[in-house]
């Protein structure tokens, strides 16, 4: 079974960034479609960002222009730069495949906070 681990997070001011990873116990560059969630304190947990089928991605309207995904397949690794960061924000962000769930991480804790 693959096993996700993320990590990066912080506290940071709003305005300031933060690089997020997500790294798998094997390959799954060409086996699964990942994403990036994050659950706020109260709320559901959302999708934010994924790769598409197609070799690109999609971002959620509140992240838009503000996160990116990049990958780095060599390390089974993938991304989540976050930039231009809200007080909204903060969350604990997963990483996960779209299409096949796998067994959920521990999650990596981002606050925005002045």
């Known amino acids: 079974q693959v096993q996700l681990v993320e990590s990066g997070g912080g506290l940071v001011q709003p305005g300031g960034s933060l690089r997020l990873s997500c790294t798998a116990s094997?390959?799954?560059?060409?086996?699964?479609?990942m994403g990036w969630y994050r659950q706020a304190p109260g709320k559901q947990r959302e999708l934010v960002a994924q790769?598409?089928?197609?070799?690109?991605?999609n971002y959620a309207d509140s992240v838009k222009g503000r996160f990116t995904i990049p990958r780095d397949s060599a390390k089974n690794t993938v991304y989540l730069q976050m930039n231009s960061l809200k007080p909204e924000d903060t969350a604990v962000y997963y990483c996960?495949?779209?299409?096949?769930?796998?067994?959920w991480g521990q999650g990596t804790q981002v606050t925005v906070s002045s």
């Open positions: 790769f598409t089928g197609g070799g690109t991605a």
């Open positions: 094997r390959n799954i560059a060409t086996a699964y479609i």
């Open positions: 996960n495949a779209i299409y096949r769930p796998l067994p």
